[in-house]
């Protein structure tokens, strides 16, 4: 395993145990606004990407004005519904505490918008590991790699001495995209069969797997 400089982190299912609070979300907000409602299949599919390119993706008859209506409702009920809490995944704190303290460089490509991430960072005190973050509302949705090309030249990064870290296919084919290496790790809502397609150089299990992969002795 190369020893990187840069380490990109996904942000839902990759380090924070959020997928079911999304699911229930994005179900509670189509029920309010009369949409058919997804499978928990269906919204595991779309995380990842920017809410608006999953919405369209979910409801494609949907007009604009229930598109919109549904954007606010999910976010409505993401911070203020009755939902599953959201975590940190085991080792999460560890493991950043460790790659900060071997001078790595730590990034955040999430398909969240920046007031949502801007609310878990302060919630889960984790603000202060990460050099950058890059936000879907702000960029190209994954998998196009604006966000990562975006994070590479803000820290003087080449792109082989960075690896992005996710759970999902979206995370995996935005990497290739920007000709950098993957890990895929399968806490969130991709399998390892999914995640191998797109020749991560490691399929991890846990955030513990990571370290020794990260910081070899």
Same mark, same amino acid.
């Given at each position: 395993m /190369?020893?990187? #400089?840069?380490?990109?982190?996904?942000?839902?299912?990759?380090?924070?145990?959020?997928?079911?609070?999304?699911?229930?979300?994005?179900?509670?907000?189509?029920?309010?606004?009369?949409?058919?409602? /997804?499978?928990?299949?269906?919204? #595991?599919?779309?995380?990842g990407l920017s809410l608006p390119k999953a919405l369209a993706i979910l409801f494609p008859l949907g007009s604009q004005g229930q598109l919109k209506a549904m954007l606010e409702q999910y976010k409505y009920q993401y911070v203020e519904g009755d939902n599953p809490p959201t975590p940190l995944f085991d080792n999460a704190r560890s493991l950043l505490t460790a790659l900060k303290d071997n001078n790595k460089l730590l990034a955040v490509a999430t398909g969240k918008g920046r007031q949502g991430l801007q609310r878990v960072l302060s919630e889960s005190d984790t603000e202060h590991f990460f050099h950058a973050l890059r936000c879907a509302d702000e960029m190209r949705s994954k998998p196009d790699p604006q966000m990562i090309l975006s994070l590479l030249a803000e820290l003087n990064v080449l792109p082989e001495h960075a690896v992005m870290i996710g759970d999902t296919h979206y995370d995996m084919q935005m990497a290739q995209a920007a000709g950098v290496d993957s890990i895929g790790i399968t806490l969130g809502v991709h399998d390892r069969a999914t995640l191998s397609r797109y020749q991560p150089k490691a399929i991890v299990d846990s955030l513990a797997e990571l370290q020794p992969l990260l910081l070899p002795v």
């Open positions: /190369p020893e990187y #400089k840069l380490i990109i982190f996904d942000w839902d299912g990759t380090l924070m145990d959020s997928i079911a609070r999304i699911v229930v979300s994005m179900q509670a907000a189509a029920h309010h606004c009369q949409l058919d409602i /997804p499978t928990a299949i269906q919204v #595991k599919d779309i995380i």
